[in-house]
């Protein structure tokens, strides 16, 4: 049987949490149900952030009476092995740097995100 691999695509941080919490509940979730699954996220556009040390850790919502916050969860996430591919083109226009970067961040071309998909990864995004 083959892998069953994912690509989460976040396009937003701190304009749009709600659905950077919930891709990476969602992620966190799949993992933990099944730690066999390849599971990586690509950050596009306003989501390069997401990459930038500490950054996540100043984005948080309250939901169900509590305050979530993505920086914990990015790191829960992190636990799994997960992968941040940040496309390079977005890194100058958000003020991200290679020195910049989280631990498991790596700096990718948008062709890149094409060649997970032609490589049997399933695209996961939400439009909240």
């Given at each position: 049987?083959?892998?069953?691999?994912?690509?989460?695509?976040?396009?937003h941080a701190?304009?749009?949490?709600m659905?950077?919490?919930?891709?990476?509940?969602?992620?966190?979730?799949?993992?933990?149900?099944?730690?066999?699954?390849?599971?990586?996220?690509f950050?596009?556009?306003?989501?390069?952030?997401?990459?930038?040390?500490?950054?996540?850790k100043?984005?948080?919502?309250?939901?169900?009476?509590?305050?979530?916050?993505?920086?914990?969860?990015?790191?829960v996430?992190?636990?799994?092995?997960?992968?941040?591919?940040v496309?390079?083109?977005?890194?100058?226009?958000?003020?991200?740097?290679?020195?910049?970067?989280?631990?498991?961040?790596?700096?990718?071309?948008?062709?890149?995100?094409?060649?997970?998909l032609?490589?049997?990864?399933v695209?996961?995004?939400?439009?909240?």
């Open positions: 049987m083959e892998k069953k691999k994912f690509i989460f695509i976040l396009n701190t304009s749009n949490p659905e950077v919490i919930g891709l990476m509940k969602i992620a966190s979730n799949m993992k933990a149900f099944d730690d066999t699954i390849e599971l990586d996220f950050l596009l556009g306003e989501g390069v952030q997401l990459a930038k040390k500490g950054l996540a100043t984005i948080s919502i309250e939901m169900e009476g509590a305050q979530v916050n993505i920086g914990e969860l990015l790191d996430v992190s636990e799994f092995g997960v992968k941040f591919y496309c390079q083109a977005f890194m100058p226009g958000f003020g991200v740097t290679k020195e910049s970067l989280i631990e498991n961040a790596l700096v990718k071309s948008s062709s890149y995100l094409g060649e997970l032609l490589n049997g990864y695209p996961f995004s939400l439009n909240m």
